[in-house]
Nanobody, 126 residues
Framework: QVQLQESGGGLVQAGDSLTLSCAAS????????MGWFRQAPGKEREFVVA????????YYADSVKGRFTISRDNAKNTVWLQMNSLKPEDTAVYYC???????????????????WGQGTQVAVSS
């Protein structure tokens, strides 16, 4: 079992930056691929970015490419999402997710993930 806890959300203005963190606890000795998803009110959960267990492979949704950066430190059991040039359409609850994986593959579908955090709210005003 792995528990995930997101933090770092908040209310910012368009153009601002924000960094989200996802701290893993529990069975962290295994290898995990990680991902960030988001869900705006009335919309389905949307893929944002994914990273392989080593951090060597990443994949971004077109909507955030060039503005968001994912990184991880396995020694700290933490994944970060650096969000720059935020837009009002980035407003959503952001979730981190994990699944067992020792390959360099990343996963983009919510159903590919086993463990989920509770989410952190990001609100971007215009």
């Amino acid at each position: 079992q792995v528990q995930l806890q997101e933090s770092g959300g908040g209310l910012v203005q368009a153009g601002d930056s924000l960094t989200l963190s996802c701290a893993a606890s529990g069975r962290t000795s295994s290898s995990y691929a990680m991902g960030w998803f988001r869900q705006a009110p009335g919309k389905e959960r949307e893929f944002v970015v994914a990273i392989s267990w080593s951090g060597g492979s990443t994949y971004y949704a077109d909507s955030v490419k060039g503005r968001f950066t994912i990184s991880r430190d396995n020694a700290k059991n933490t994944v970060w999402l650096q969000m720059n040039s935020l837009k009002p359409e980035d407003t959503a609850v952001y979730y981190c997710a994990a699944r067992y994986s020792s390959s360099e593959y990343y996963y983009v579908r919510p159903r590919d993930y086993i463990y989920w955090g509770q989410g952190t709210q990001v609100a971007v005003s215009s």
